[in-house]
């Protein structure tokens, strides 16, 4: 316990002073520390090391379903991000398929709002399928659980555009980018997770014989 608890502030320390992107903030009502700590708590974060699914190493994982399961948590980091939308007439939420589903349902309830999915065709384009709609003008908060390279966010933006729907801001419960998305438009997570990477040859935990993990797949 006491490990993690250190590994926390580590990571406090090395989010700071990264907030590249002129509209990236942290949630307003729920501390970073707060936050890694429910991840830590629920194994959604955890130390060892690990081989990652890009064939790099890392002496940290994180799986976001393993925190979502636990619902009455989730509930908690969901009102979060769903304070900082409030009084910002959001009329729909929208998330893309699957990670988001969840994440986007809990915010719309929050907002007492409608929410919906996109999800992949054949071609793994996004789509509104089943039946939902969005109307020109309709204001629409986009909600993910994990933002990396943003590629899904950019795809479901562009999807509300496509219907004439105004996209006002995208909510993400952990942001991975480490500064490397800009959508134009505000962007909130809840914390950020700069995980560190090494090349197998470089690898501080190969050199120590540490044995390494391969965690399910995302
Ligand atoms: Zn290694």
Same mark, same amino acid.
């Given at each position: 316990m006491e490990l993690r608890q250190i590994s926390i502030i580590l990571l406090l320390r090395s989010n700071? =002073?990264? &907030?590249?992107?002129?509209?990236s903030s942290q949630g307003?009502?729920?501390?970073e520390a707060v936050v890694l700590q429910y991840l830590s708590e629920t194994g959604a974060l955890l130390e060892g090391h690990f081989l990652l699914r890009s064939g790099l190493h890392s002496d940290r994982y994180f799986q976001a379903a393993l925190v979502l399961q636990h619902t009455v948590i989730a509930a908690k980091l969901c009102a979060a991000m769903a304070e900082a939308w409030? =009084?910002? &007439?959001?009329e729909t939420v929208i998330s893309p398929a699957i990670g988001g589903i969840l994440v986007g349902q809990e915010i719309g309830r929050c907002l007492g709002v409608k929410a919906i999915f996109a999800e992949k065709d054949e071609q793994s384009n996004l789509l509104l399928r089943r039946g939902f709609t969005l109307k020109p003008g309709e204001r629409v908060l986009v909600a993910e659980d994990v933002i990396t390279k943003g590629g899904r966010v950019q795809q479901t933006l562009d999807l509300v555009r496509a219907q004439g729907?105004?996209?006002v801001g995208i909510a993400a419960?952990?942001?991975?980018?480490a500064g490397g998305v800009d959508f134009g438009i505000p962007f909130r997570s809840l914390v950020k997770l700069n995980l560190p990477t090494f090349e197998p040859t470089q690898c501080p935990l190969c050199q120590k014989g540490i044995p390494i993990d391969k965690p399910g797949s995302k």
């Open positions: 700071s =002073g990264k &907030n590249t992107s002129k509209y307003k009502f729920m501390h409030e =009084g910002q &007439n959001i729907a105004i996209p419960m952990v942001d991975r980018s």
